[in-house]
């Protein structure tokens, strides 16, 4: 089985501060992390993915994600928030079953930037 | 690019009308997903298909039917809308990639109320 945790279903932070977005996932073998935004109206897009080869991923946007195993996070990380970064972040696990890749998102996170 | 294309946007139903949800993509990605987003529970996996003539049931597929015959096309059936189909509606695709990583492309989605 496998899943993750959003810790926050709102975030609110403001513009220049660091954004720290929580995610722990479960997973019972080496799980391929995901992270994607959706922008109002619009459907998710991809912002950066981890894939077991460097621990800290870099994104679009400015964003990174550093995976730490002993921990079973991936938190999602950037130094200056801007008025354009309010959306919603979605953390997601995926793992092969039956021959293809099953993805398991959690339930989302709406960042907040305060001018 | 159009990528993933959603049709229509918006609909509104009445109660036991049926209707059908449009879904085409022009990546020639081999799986396609349905997904419904409800507010603060994330996407849950209506139903997923792994190629032309093969589909397979998500984690809340009563109340829906899908068809995949050709690649491009992967059309979601609602029979007897409910209020409880009250959702927004989000179709993605992602390539084959054996025990590579799943990343998905998502449509713009449909919003759909039932009264």
């Known amino acids: 089985a496998q899943s993750v945790t959003q810790l926050g279903s709102h975030v609110s932070v403001s513009e220049g501060a660091l954004v720290l977005l929580r995610c722990n996932y479960s997973s019972s073998v080496p799980p391929y992390l995901f992270w994607y935004v959706q922008y109002p109206n619009q459907g998710l897009q991809l912002l950066l993915k981890?894939?077991?080869?460097?621990?800290l991923v870099k994104g679009i946007n400015g964003f990174e994600a550093e995976f730490k195993k002993s921990e079973t996070s991936f938190h999602l990380t950037k130094p200056s928030a801007h008025m354009s970064d309010a959306a919603e972040y979605f953390c997601?696990?995926?793992?092969?079953?039956?021959?293809?890749?099953?993805?398991?998102f959690g339930i989302g996170t709406k960042l907040q930037v305060i001018p | 690019n159009a990528g993933v294309t959603q049709t229509p946007k918006f609909r509104i139903l009445k109660i036991g009308q049926s209707m059908t949800l449009q879904c085409a993509q022009d990546?020639?990605?081999?799986?396609m997903y349905w997904y419904r987003q409800d507010p603060g529970m994330g996407l849950k996996l209506i139903y997923y298909s792994v190629g032309a003539g093969i589909t397979d049931k998500g984690e809340v597929p009563n109340g829906y039917n899908v068809s995949r015959s050709t690649t491009e096309d992967f059309p979601l059936r609602l029979e007897l809308a409910a209020p409880s189909q009250t959702s927004v509606y989000f179709c993605?695709?992602?390539?084959?990639?054996?025990?590579?990583?799943?990343?998905?492309?998502f449509g713009a989605g449909t919003r759909l109320s039932v009264l």
């Open positions: 997601a696990v995926s793992r092969n079953s039956g021959g293809y890749q099953k993805v398991t």
């Open positions: 990546m020639n990605h081999n799986y």
């Open positions: 981890y894939t077991s080869a460097a621990t």
């Open positions: 993605a695709s992602s390539p084959r990639t054996g025990q590579g990583v799943n990343i998905q492309y």
